[in-house]
């Protein structure tokens, strides 16, 4: 197919999305629940295992951590729920292999530090278990990406990264926009993750945030493990939250790829100056060397000529956003002026509208149908839809709406990163986990009020 039609045929694709609603069940019988295990109950499992315990067609038959405190939470959280108190495995680093040999098990979600997702959703597909939800970020290497795209395809299992920002209103009904055309042929997106994480990566070892600038062994939750990655790697090591709606923009691998990327350090600062101010300058941690450039940001190039420019932005005072631009022929969205700007359709030429005007319009039916069973969960209420997602795809024995191929070339963006780093921010391949079938396969998320 010659490249021009074939740009053709996928915009056809795009544009005849139909969002019709379909018929759903939420709650299940006894012997239709899905029976899941959580491995990994810290701060993000313990937000699962919150929205898990709400539904009624979910039974949590198990969980696994290795730090009692954790725990302690999470039975509380099941407690209180007045849900059945799973089976709780805990011991060594290699007791979730236990849980899944024992356990009869539809899925799994894994929610432990990065460096444990590629052995553990591997150890569940190797259990035949089809289904692994696992938090962001699928594994450290490259070729750990391609191990459990290989894994998924040998076993035949779903691997979905539970990647909620995909799920945020202005995100969605922008993704509504898209499919609608209005902002005309796409051509240059941007997204990252820029989130002051300095009270994350330091803790006091009690307190989740702050109160201290310790981290590894003496710190709690992520100052534990996360921060070892800021001192040994550099690189955007956190590029999902960005690039997976963006993906879903242009059809990454569903009629469309990222074909090269190239990365830009900045000098490595804010973590040592947070050090100074919170613990003094004759703190052991003042002497560590952070190798993550305060400021790295990831240009990507894709097959049918969009542009991309991803940011990571963890280490420097700074509001939160992840700065989301998605611009095209006839218009672009900015979300950090919350703005958007259609020419002829804007109010006035050269001046933005408020956005909230166009995404109260263009909210998705997604939104639209399950916005009260979504309030009070997670980060404004994306985080129940991504469970959601991946529980209703369990129940239909369905491919998730996001499967391994989105989740390894997302997240193969940090490896990648670090090598053009390494090289002196040369221009590197991505590589095509789909084989090329990228040309072939068609747009699964969100098409429907569904999941
Ligand atoms: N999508 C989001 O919005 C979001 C938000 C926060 C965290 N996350 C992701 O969630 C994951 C977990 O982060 P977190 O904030 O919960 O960290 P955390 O440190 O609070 O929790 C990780 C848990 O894993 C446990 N663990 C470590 N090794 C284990 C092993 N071998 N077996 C069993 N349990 C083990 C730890 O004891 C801990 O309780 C990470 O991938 C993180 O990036 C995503």
């Known amino acids: 197919m010659k ?34 295990a959580i491995i990994g109950t810290g701060l993000r499992g313990q937000n699962h295992l919150d929205l898990l315990l709400r539904r009624d067609d979910t039974e949590v038959v198990a969980i696994c951590d290795v730090d009692n405190r954790m725990l302690t939470m999470s039975k509380d959280l099941i407690a209180k729920s007045g849900k059945k108190m799973p089976q709780v495995y805990t011991g060594n680093s ?80 922008v993704l509504n926009m898209v499919r609608q055309g209005l902002f005309g042929e796409l051509i240059h997106l941007q997204g990252g993750y820029q989130h002051d994480l300095r009270e994350v990566k330091f803790n006091d070892g009690v307190n989740p945030y702050g109160h201290g ?36 923009y242009i059809n990454i691998n569903r009629g469309n790829r990222f074909l090269t990327l190239n990365s830009f350090s900045s000098k490595a600062r804010g973590l040592h100056d947070h050090i100074i101010k919170q613990g003094g300058e004759s703190h052991p941690n003042a002497k560590v060397n952070f190798k993550l450039g305060d400021v790295v940001t990831t240009h990507i190039n894709c097959a049918n000529g969009e542009t991309i420019l991803l940011q990571h932005d963890t280490n420097l005072p700074r509001p939160y956003s992840l700065g989301f631009r998605v611009q095209g022929t006839e218009g672009l969205w900015m979300d950090v002026n919350k703005g958007i700007y259609i020419q002829e359709k804007s109010a006035k030429p050269h001046q933005w509208d408020e956005a909230k005007v166009w995404l109260d319009k263009y909210d998705h039916p997604l939104w639209i149908r399950w916005s009260k069973e979504a309030q009070g969960s997670g980060h404004g209420g ?19 709406p996001m499967d391994v191929y989105d989740a390894a070339s997302w997240s193969a963006i940090t490896p990648l990163s670090e090598q053009s780093i390494g090289l002196g921010n040369e221009t590197v391949e991505f590589p095509d986990f789909t084989g090329g079938q990228w040309m072939y396969r068609k747009p699964a998320f969100a098409l429907n009020d569904d999941y």
């Open 94 to 173: 290699d007791t979730w292999r236990k849980m899944l040999e024992r356990e009869r098990l539809d899925a799994v979600i894994i929610a432990t530090p990065w460096e444990w997702h590629k052995p553990m959703i591997i150890g569940c597909l190797e259990m035949g278990i089809k289904y692994a939800g696992s938090e962001v970020i699928l594994g450290i290497t490259l070729q750990d990406h391609w191990d459990v795209v290989k894994a998924a395809e040998k076993y035949n299992g779903h691997v979905m990264m539970l990647e909620n920002v995909c799920y945020r209103r202005d995100v969605m009904a």
């Open 382 to 400: 994306m985080d129940f839809y991504v469970i959601h997602s991946f529980i209703e795809s369990v129940k239909r024995k369905l491919p998730t």
């Open 3 to 36: 490249r021009k039609e074939f740009i053709l045929n996928t915009s056809l694709a795009a544009a005849s999305f139909s969002l019709l609603p379909s018929g759903s069940v939420f709650a299940g019988t006894a012997e239709s629940k899905v029976r899941i």
């Open 213 to 248: 600038v310790e981290f590894g062994e003496k710190g709690f939750s992520e100052a534990r493990w996360r921060t070892e990655h800021s001192v040994h790697r550099n690189g955007d090591l956190y590029p999902t939250h960005g690039i997976g709606p963006i993906a879903h």
